[in-house]
Structures are given as C-alpha cells and as structure tokens.
T-cell receptor, first 116, second 111 residues
Framework: KAGVTQTPRYLIKTRGQQVTLSCSPISGHRSVSWYQQTPGQGLQFLFEYFSETQRNKGNFPGRFSGRQFSNSRSEMNVSTLELGDSALYLC???????????????FGPGTRLTVL | KQEVTQIPAALSVPEGENLVLNCSFTDSAIYNLQWFRQDPGKGLTSLLLIQSSQREQTSGRLNASLDKSSGRSTLYIAASQPGDSATYLCAVGEYGNKLVFGAGTILRVKS
C-alpha cells in the first residue's frame, strides 16, 4: 500500500504571497490532519478533515485554511505569507475506527516551505 | 490545555544498552498515546499506539507503557543499535484525531 504523499516537497515563496500544499492519504483513509513543525514551537496541530468536513482546528490565524475532496485528498492554503510561516508542513492520514477507538496516524514526508 | 513533556531532551548511549524515554501529560482525558521517531529532515514514523484503555504495547525491541492516572508513558528500547539514532516524539491523541506532541528526545546510539 502506498504511503501518504505530499506535494511539493520543497517550496520557496516571498512575503505576501500565498501557497497551496497537497496531501494524498493512504488508500481507504478518510481522516487527514495537518501539522506545522518549527524549531521553536515543535509540532503543532493545524486542522483535521474527515469526510470533507473540518472536525477540529488548532490555534492558528485565519490565513491558514484547508479543504478535503471527495477522494479524501486534502489541500492546505496559507495566504499573505509571513517569514514566521517558514516550516515543515506535515500531513497525516488515519483509518479512524469507531467512537472511542482511534487508529494510528501515518505521516507523509512533509513540505518544506521557506518564506523570504 | 494539554501539555506534553519529554525527558530527557537528549540522550547518548553506547550500542547494546537498554534505555527508557519518558513522557508526561497534564490532562488524562486522552483517546490514545503514540510514539513516533523522526529522522533528520524527514516525516514521522509511527512506532507504537496505546489506546486509552490499554496499559502497554510491544513491537520487537520496543515496549511502551501508559499510566493515564498519573499522566505518564515510557518507551523502553532494548539492546539499542546505531540505527535507533533519531528524535523520538510522544503524542497524546485528542478528539478529532488531534495529536499534541512533546518536544522530543534526541537519541544517539554510539557504535
């Protein structure tokens, strides 16, 4: 089974621009989560989508948004980029079992975003 | 707000040694706890998942325990090898598949 894939792997943008990152989950997985990893703040949860609906959101400004398509693929968008948005953006997919029991989250290799 | 702490921040051991990594969390209302490893510049690899109703999980040379009441988990690595060198991350699972991560333990196994 193919793992979680993320595109592009590397991205360089300038302040004020916007960027869209893509994540394809493992086949059959319906939950996709996004995380930001920086040296200073570590790994922080951005949001999670399940069946095209955002179920949970972290403490990030509205410049960070996402969506999920009917095939479970997900995109994340960051508008009006700031220098502090430079980070490794990771997505994870999960099969998500019944209520009260959750499955392992599988992470992709990440997209390294550099904002100049 | 959930806070996850990992001790030690870094660890250097000779090959063959058994070691323990510690993780503590402040809110016991968790769905699960996961241990991951991350190699430099790479994504995360899942090692073990412990459901909130379980006490421990084992995979090969790895054993993870969970004590929800005290807010603690440990990852035991037996007979460490140089290939085990990586950053180990503990994460507690909350509603909606949200993971709250610790800062990680950087492990170096010397040959």
């Amino acid at each position: 089974k193919a793992g979680v894939t993320q595109t592009p792997r590397y991205l360089i943008k300038t302040r004020g621009q916007q960027v869209t990152l893509s994540c394809s989950p493992i086949s059959g997985h319906r939950s996709v989560s996004w995380y930001q990893q920086t040296p200073g703040q570590g790994l922080q949860f951005l949001f999670e989508y399940f069946s095209e609906t955002q179920r949970n959101k972290g403490n990030f400004p509205g410049r960070f948004s996402g969506r999920q398509f009917s095939n479970s693929r997900s995109e994340m968008n960051v508008s009006t980029l700031e220098l502090g948005d430079s980070a490794l953006y990771l997505c994870a997919s999960s099969a998500l079992r019944g209520q009260g029991r959750t499955d392992t989250q599988y992470f992709g290799p990440g997209t390294r975003l550099t904002v100049l | 707000k959930q806070e996850v702490t990992q001790i030690p921040a870094a660890l250097s051991v000779p090959e063959g040694e058994n070691l323990v990594l510690n993780c503590s969390f402040t809110d016991s209302a968790i769905y699960n706890l996961q241990w991951f490893r991350q190699d430099p510049g790479k994504g995360l690899t899942s090692l073990l998942l412990i459901q909130s109703s379980q006490r421990e999980q084992t995979s090969g040379r790895l054993n993870a325990s969970l004590d929800k009441s005290s807010g603690r988990s440990t990852l035991y690595i037996a007979a460490s090898q140089p290939g085990d060198s990586a950053t180990y991350l503990c994460a507690v699972g909350e509603y909606g598949n949200k993971l709250v991560f610790g800062a990680g333990t950087i492990l170096r196994v010397k040959s």
